[in-house]
């Protein structure tokens, strides 16, 4: 048997390359890409070009829009300097203004001469640590006008050239105007005393205490109301009030003559103190 005989014989796939070219168009078309690669590769490139083509229309159209944002912002911060400059503007002209008018004020102030600076009050006379603040009534207050309407009358300043007539007259005006002075009331000041009194323990009997304190007796000293104030574990201390002329009675006189009582006080302190 000779070669061509066998190799006739022998099933042998010759158009498989055919086959396989059929088969690779049978599934493209199922795909639906019935193109060639060459065509997909142009295709793909077209792609590119016009994916790149609108990537630079957007970059431009973002650049031109963020352009006109910054020319906004930047003509929006312009007008607010300005308006800044003008408020300043007018800030310095309002000092100027006012430094001329001090500069006026101060020149006129060193040519005139100096004005006289008025002579302090007095102080008030102080009783007990504290001024004393005189009460005036009704009646006083009537005698007190009638004795300036008096003053008025009184020529303390009279010239030289007077008679004796009128020098005599001068004097017993004044006399007269020494001695009403000399017979009017002085006033009293009062104060207002409100006192605790603390025992030495609970047990101590706070009636026979607040006898004790009322016993006390002095010119110018007025009791008044009291009331038990409780402190602590059981023990109350007796608060009193009283009135005192300032003059007469002090709070040193009845803190030492309430301490006496050694039995019932063991302390006494001032709670409040008020001028009358």
């Keep these: 048997m000779s070669a061509v ?5 022998e099933k042998i796939w010759f158009d498989k390359p055919r086959y396989d070219e059929a088969e690779r168009r049978f599934y493209e078309h199922m795909n639906g890409s019935s193109q060639s690669p060459q065509d997909l590769g142009a295709n793909s490139i ?32 312009i007008k607010s300097l300005e308006l800044e400059n003008h408020s300043l503007h007018k800030v310095v002209d309002d ?29 008030a006379p102080y ?7 005189q009460r005036k009534t009704s009646a006083p207050v009537k005698e007190e006008e009638e004795d300036e309407e008096d003053d008025d009358d009184i020529d303390l300043f009279g010239s030289d050239d007077e008679d004796p007539e ?39 009997d706070m009636v026979k205490l607040e ?5 006390v007796h002095a010119d110018g000293l007025l009791w008044g109301t009291s009331k038990l104030v409780p402190v602590g574990y059981g023990i109350k201390k007796l608060q009193i009030a009283c009135v005192v002329e300032d003059d007469k009675v002090g709070t040193d006189m009845l803190e030492e003559e309430i301490t006496k ?16």
């Design 95 to 123: 000092l100027r203004s006012a430094l001329s008018k001090l500069e006026c004020r101060v020149a006129v102030l060193e040519k005139s001469p100096a004005a006289a600076t008025p002579a302090p009050a007095p102080a």
């Design 261 to 276: 009582f050694e039995d019932y006080v063991q302390s006494v302190d001032v709670a409040a103190f008020n001028k009358i």
């Design 127 to 133: 009783t007990n640590g504290t001024p004393a603040q």
């Design 166 to 204: 009128a020098e005599r007259l001068k004097e017993q005006r004044l006399k007269e105007y020494a001695e009403r002075k000399a017979k009017k009331p002085a006033l009293i000041a009062k104060s207002s005393i409100l006192l605790d009194v603390k025992p030495w323990d609970d047990e101590t």
């Design 46 to 77: 077209l792609q590119d070009i016009a994916r790149a083509r609108e990537n630079i229309q957007k970059s431009l159209a973002g650049s031109t829009s963020s352009g006109a944002g910054d020319q906004g912002e930047l003509v929006s911060r």
């Design 211 to 215: 006898e004790c304190v009322r016993s």
């Design 5 to 9: 005989d066998f190799l006739a014989q």
